[in-house]
């Protein structure tokens, strides 16, 4: 590959990249009222990993996490700030580059094939659960008193496996179709 290439691609991925955190932080303000109400924040990860891969989606994620981090509304409800990530459900967000390094990983062992980033995003949505919800209890136990494992999964899990379920499917999808437009090296 030549320097003006090499060059060219660099700033392609950077592209990319900006592109996806801010298609991550769109999808986060985008809220589904429902009984339990949800964003489509999972589903910006799962087609980030899905159409940039597993190393550029995760600097995606990263870049996102970020910025909202340093207080740019990019998170739910336009909001912004490390207050956001200390916050007792911050371990989702958080939970978001945990999913997003296990999909590379996997990635990385079983290929690009689509039975495989299917799996790696069913994996990646358990990881970012699982990190959450501990995450959870611990910053609930602080604030409030201790909470069992089963209330903190009625909370905040099981309200949400079949609308994640949904987004990996619609991201699946999206992943296949516009891999066919965007030609990623």
């Known amino acids: 590959m030549t320097t003006m290439t090499a060059e060219k691609s660099k700033t392609y991925d950077m ?12 999808c986060s303000w985008i809220s589904i009222p429902t009984v339990v109400p949800f964003t489509l924040q999972t ?6 990993i899905g159409v940039l ?8 994620v990263l870049v996102y996490i970020l910025l909202g981090a340093i207080g740019v ?14 916050r007792n459900t911050g371990g989702y967000i958080v939970g978001f580059l945990f999913s997003a390094l296990v999909m590379w990983a996997m990635e990385m062992m079983l290929g ?5 980033l299917a799996l790696s ?9 699982a990190f959450g919800t501990v995450w959870f209890m ?22 949400f496996l079949v609308p994640d379920l949904i987004k990996i499917a619609l991201a699946l999808v999206l992943s296949k179709r ?3 437009v965007i030609k990623m090296q």
């Open 15 to 26: 592209v990319y990249i900006a592109v996806f955190a801010v298609l991550m932080a769109i």
């Open 43 to 48: 589903f910006g990860v799962f087609l980030a």
């Open 53 to 60: 891969g597993g190393k550029r989606g995760s600097l995606a």
């Open 73 to 86: 509304p990019v998170f739910a409800g336009f909001t912004g700030g490390i207050g956001i990530l200390l």
């Open 112 to 116: 690009k094939k689509m039975w495989v």
């Open 121 to 129: 995003m069913v994996a990646g949505l358990v990881v970012c659960y």
């Open 138 to 159: 611990a910053i609930y136990a602080k604030e409030a008193g201790a909470i069992g494992l089963t209330t903190a999964l009625g909370w905040c899990v099981f309200p």
């Open 178 to 180: 516009l891999t066919t």
